[in-house]
């Protein structure tokens, strides 16, 4: 059984940065493809970024392509994602997610087995 905690979020200026953080207990970090999904108010969850096991492969959706980065610390069990030139678009509550045995063309679908409680991100000025 795997526990994620979020943390990082909080509110920030159009153009800002923020990075997030998951950390992760329970389990054998390294072995799980960790990803980043969001949902804002009124609209479905959706994907963000997924990284390999050895973050060697990286995933991300059109959305947040080349402002985002998605990394990850195995000898600390712990998921980042760097998150740049924000906008108000992005505002939503930020999952981190862990799966075993996900292949690459897997990676944005949702059925993930674990999931944290969710950061607010709010993009406003």
């Known amino acids: 059984q795997v526990q994620l905690v979020e943390s990082g979020g909080g509110l920030v200026q159009p153009g800002g940065s923020l990075r997030l953080s998951c950390a992760a207990s329970?389990?054998?970090?390294?072995?799980?493809?960790m990803a980043w999904f969001r949902q804002a108010p009124g609209k479905d969850r959706e994907f963000v970024a997924a990284?390999?096991?050895?973050?060697?492969?990286?995933y991300y959706a059109d959305s947040v392509k080349d402002r985002f980065t998605i990394s990850r610390d195995n000898p600390k069990n712990t998921l980042f994602l760097q998150m740049n030139s924000l906008k108000p678009d992005d505002t939503a509550i930020y999952y981190c997610?862990?799966?075993?045995?996900?292949?690459?063309?897997?990676?944005?679908?949702?059925?993930?087995?674990?999931w944290g409680q969710g950061t607010q991100v709010t993009v406003s000025s």
């Open positions: 329970g389990g054998t970090f390294r072995r799980y493809v």
């Open positions: 990284i390999s096991t050895t973050g060697g492969s990286r």
């Open positions: 997610a862990a799966d075993y045995g996900r292949i690459y063309s897997e990676y944005p679908s949702p059925e993930y087995d674990y």
